[in-house]
């Protein structure tokens, strides 16, 4: 049998190919609501499938977004992907995820080949991006949006969360609970001094003990940000006669490490021990007890991301508050800070 093509579809429909391609793409100019149902119908009518390798080596673009995460097995990095995925979806497009590892030769890596792949855009969840990836990015003149990461250049493009007021808002509630001081598991060694997620936690921790008079100096404990590593630390922390009554920990994945580590050691949450997170990911509501942590719309920012990479005007001649996107924060408070 014959393969279909955009001719047999405007023949039948009694329009141009031009239109028809109007129709399949959405654009870039309008069809007369008559005009594309005929076409449509004659889409449906001749099994017409469009060919999608054509079109990008047309359109120098095709359907796909890429996404580069720093770890996919982190709650936090899954959930927010499959948020992405979804707006994505809503958009007709589909995602590429590559998993960075926190390696900037890994991130390169996915960079190249997502831009190979034609992708209409790149969702960056970085810790940096690097010197190399920034150079990679400006090579293939490519769309990018960073996501969860302020930017450090005006130009750039990013969805932000209000990192550092929402570590404020969970370390002064522990703070009202009545403990004497709060120690914060930070980041690791490679986390950056600024811009990143982590490192803002850290600043409004120390905002918030500052504001209530409360000393920090060797109260920000080095952390890994995943809770298997982050569990041992806690063993031996938590181990120790000068433990601390609360913790707020910069991330849900290290707080559920925090409350395994006290439960082997026989310590009571939240009655010796309060315990604060910042993610909000759907396991903080099932551990044992529930967890208080510091939660954000991902659904909104992922359409914010999505929208913005996939759309040119407001990346060109849009004001810097359209182009950086910053969503409120709020604490979501459960049972391991003390609450009832």
């Known amino acids: 049998m014959a393969k279909v093509t955009r001719d047999d579809v405007a023949r039948l429909a009694g329009t141009s190919t031009a239109v028809v391609s109007y129709v399949i793409n959405n654009g870039p100019r309008p069809v007369a609501p008559a005009t594309k149902e005929r076409v449509l119908a004659a889409i449906k009518e001749l099994g017409y499938r469009p060919d999608r390798v054509a079109q990008a080596m047309a359109s120098r673009r095709t359907d796909l977004i890429g996404l580069i995460v720093p770890d996919a ?7 927010m992907a499959h948020a992405v995925e979804q707006a994505a979806a809503d958009r007709g497009k589909m995602v590429l ?16 080949a997502f831009l190979g792949m034609r992708v209409s855009g790149l969702i960056l969840i970085s810790s940096g991006p690097s010197e190399h990836a920034a150079t990679e990015i400006d090579a293939w003149d490519a769309r990018v949006v960073l996501l969860h990461r302020r930017p450090e250049a005006i130009d750039d493009v990013a969805v932000v969360l209000d990192d550092v007021g929402g570590a404020q808002l969970a370390t002064r509630h522990l703070l009202e609970h009545g403990h004497d001081h709060v120690v914060c598991l930070g980041g690791v060694d490679t986390t950056p001094e600024s811009g990143d997620p982590v490192t803002d936690h850290v600043e409004g921790w120390s905002r918030a003990m500052q504001e209530a008079g409360r000393a920090v100096d060797g109260r920000l404990i080095k952390a890994p940000y ?8 806690a063993l031996d922390m938590l181990s120790k006669p000068d433990r601390p009554p609360a913790i707020f920990c910069s991330t849900d994945d290290q707080a559920l490490g925090v409350l395994r580590a006290a439960r082997e050691l026989g310590i009571d949450v939240p009655g010796e021990l309060a315990v604060a997170g910042f993610d909000n990911v759907k396991e903080a509501g099932l ?3 529930p967890l208080t942590t510091v939660g954000s719309d991902r659904e909104s920012m992922a359409r914010a991301a ?16 359209e182009r950086i996107r910053q969503f409120p924060s709020g604490l979501v408070v ?7």
Do not use: I, K, M, W
Not at 226 to 233: E, H
Not at 306 to 321: E, F
């Open 306 to 321: 999505v929208d913005l990479v996939l759309d040119d005007g407001l990346r060109v001649a849009g004001s810097r508050r």
């Open 226 to 233: 995943n809770r298997y590593d982050t569990y041992r630390l």
């Open 334 to 340: 459960r049972r391991s800070c003390g609450c009832v």
């Open 97 to 112: 995820v590559g998993n960075s590892d926190y390696l900037d030769e890994r991130e390169v890596h996915y960079l190249r």
């Open 73 to 79: 097995r982190q709650p936090f990095f899954a959930e």
């Open 287 to 289: 551990s044992d007890p």
